[in-house]
């Protein structure tokens, strides 16, 4: 890229923090040095939507995280401007789990120099057959039941600046009662699991992370034209644990309990509803799912490669 010339819409959450702010600040002040800077602080769907519908060619910087980037991909699909836009990111966010994934500092002046001199890389998308799209990974049954509790306690817990315990605190009321689902899963057209099995977990990775830094698809990226499909049969209190104990470490797919699977299209059907978490956004209730990897489909800034920051 061409610093000198750089010319940058930077998207923040209009809800945003003082402590965000004070993080945001500094890394404004260097962007300026370098590039020319216009903020928009968006507070809703029609108002991001508005100011991108004026993008004039900027590049789009998510100044948030994992829902922030989101929120603008998926208005940026909705408006038909995924092949005009170049999109990057600032990570602010609790998880940041699409950062950890793709090697973006989390560190955020080092993150700028990143928005300012990184490589533009075509990125897969996820789309499913509602409209929806997903940048890092979209799960059902277990790992959904903790991030609809994890979002609840989020929203709680950030008034006092506590945010990031919302995901654990999630987590362990999901592992105190699991829901199992029964789910039909075809990958490809090929047959994963059968209604018959009782599911823990299902997982479709574009990218490697969530929950604010667990490997559920460790060896997923979001430049192969395919996802990662990891669905979980430990049901069992025993074997719940030991999965659980695994899977903090990226180590959970080598269980005989654990298939994981690649492909381009992925459909479940349930026996009942259903609850999804895209990226940490909550759908449903659900009977039935479809989603496809579009190859490419979004262009992002990102690290040269061989520069990523490994996720820690």
Known sequence: MSATSAR??????????TNED???????????????????????????????AELDGRQVVVAGGDGSLHAVVQALYDAGLLHRAAVSLLPLGTGNDFARGMGIPLDTLAAVAVVLDGDLRPVDLITDDEGGIVINNVHAGVSAQASRHGARWKQRLGSVNLGKVGYPVGAAIAALRPQMIRLDILVDGNAVSSRKQPVLMLSVGNSSHVGGGTPITPDATPEDGRGDVMVSFATGGLSRLGFALTLRKGEHQQREDVRRVRGRVVSIRGRRDFWCSADGEITGPH??????VQSG????????HGDEVEAS
């Open 8 to 17: 940058l819409l930077v998207i923040t959450n209009a809800a945003a923090g």
């Open 22 to 52: 004070e993080v945001l600040e500094p890394a404004l002040e260097a962007m300026r040095k370098r590039a020319d800077v216009k903020v928009a602080a968006t507070a809703s769907p029609d108002e991001l939507a508005e100011v991108l």
């Open 287 to 292: 009977r039935a799912k479809r989603w496809v």
């Open 297 to 304: 489909a979004l262009q992002m800034v990102l690290a040269h």
